[in-house]
């Protein structure tokens, strides 16, 4: 198992759109882990001033991750958008706010956002949906950027080894947020991370990380016993003090509603794990969504009304299938826990196998 120069102890923050802020990015990495600021529905100029928000509050390393856009699905045709963007007038009507007479689209662009990274230089890039093409990757590695793709099946980690990046996230079913699939649809990339993680090891000699359904200590123990470097943690973090969830989502992350999780496409156009809730329940035909990222631009206006409206209802609820034993804590203390909680585990595990 090859150890990460930027890692004190083996946590990764998860790079969650919803939740993180830069304060969250930086707690996590003064208190030995890596923070992971999330940039891929932002525009350029937004990811710069966040990363200089995050330099202020911490001198450690620190990953920005974005979404490869060779990920983007064929656009729908008009008629389709079309046909997409009407479906959400109901739920428009019911928050009272306006429906466009055009459907919402979006100008960002990859190459643009990298840019941006590249010019900030941080000590991590991480990304998902894909592998970036070999002048951004070759550009990292003269700027001395480490690398980090994420993979949910081992041809896509053997993939990501053979273009040159540094490291692969292995992500299991479990995983909150978005499912970074790219060489084979979603169906037959559902692997539980024990067995994911397992095989990736196996397979590949750039390090692991491991990620899905991580949510205590004993989960941080089981991933580095199979052979994982670290390990990238999300849904512990949704409740943290730094976290940006706001009121509504809160509120469902604290419920029993948290156990009944889904993969849906409806938000966003690609899967995604979250809460279930009625607009997941509603949005039933295959038809009425458009493909990533489409979706989530047709969507963005409800979303922000059902947050100010405390809808819990039709917002985008991403959550991982651990989420029930979040806790809302200081992050750096979240940090803290893990570890303990890993150490007693590994404590107990040695100590069963030395009396078997």
Not at 123 to 129: D, Q
Not at 283 to 294: L, N, R, S, V
Request: net charge negative; glycine share 8%; charged share 20%.
């Amino acid at each position: 198992m090859r150890s990460l120069p930027f890692l004190n102890v083996p946590i990764v923050q998860a790079p969650m759109s919803a939740a993180t802020t830069p304060q969250l990015v930086a707690a996590v990495s003064n208190a030995g882990g890596l923070g992971s600021l999330p940039g891929g529905y932002d525009e350029p100029q937004t990811i710069r001033e966040r990363i200089a928000q995050t330099r202020a509050l911490t001198d450690r390393p620190f990953a920005v991750n974005l979404f490869v856009d060779t990920a983007y699905d064929a656009p729908a045709s008009d008629d389709a958008l079309l046909r997409a963007h009407e479906r959400l007038r109901p739920y428009r009507d019911e928050l009272g706010i306006p429906h466009p007479a055009e459907p919402a689209r979006s100008g960002l662009a990859f190459a643009q956002q990298f840019a941006v990274v590249l010019e900030a230089r941080p000590a991590v890039f991480s990304f998902t949906f894909g592998i970036p093409d070999a002048d951004a990757l070759r550009a990292c590695r003269d700027a001395k950027i480490f690398t980090i793709g994420t993979a949910k099946t081992v041809d896509e980690a053997i993939a990501i080894e053979r273009a040159g990046i540094d490291a692969v996230c292995m992500q299991g079913y479990e995983a909150g947020g978005h499912h970074g699939s790219f060489l084979a649809p979603l169906d037959d990339s559902l692997i539980g991370t024990v067995a994911l993680v397992s095989q990736a090891v196996d397979a590949v000699s750039i390090p692991v990380l491991a990620a899905g359904g991580i949510g205590d200590g004993r989960a941080v123990a089981a991933v580095l016993a199979l052979g994982a470097t670290a390990a990238q943690v999300g849904s512990a973090f949704l409740l943290s003090d730094e976290s940006a969830v706001p009121p509504p989502y809160r509120r469902v992350l604290a419920s029993d509603a948290v156990r009944r999780t889904t993969l849906t496409r409806v938000f966003s156009g690609k899967h995604a794990r979250g809460v279930r809730n009625r607009f997941i329940n509603e949005m039933t035909d295959a038809e009425d969504i458009a493909p990533y990222p489409q979706q989530h631009w047709l969507t963005r206006d409800i979303r922000t009304a059902a947050t100010a409206q405390d809808r819990p209802e039709f917002l985008s609820l991403w959550t991982g299938q651990a989420v029930a034993l979040a806790e809302p804590l200081p992050a750096a203390e979240i940090v803290a826990r893990l570890m303990a909680g890993a150490r007693t585990a590994a404590a107990h595990a040695v100590e069963a196998l030395s009396t078997a």
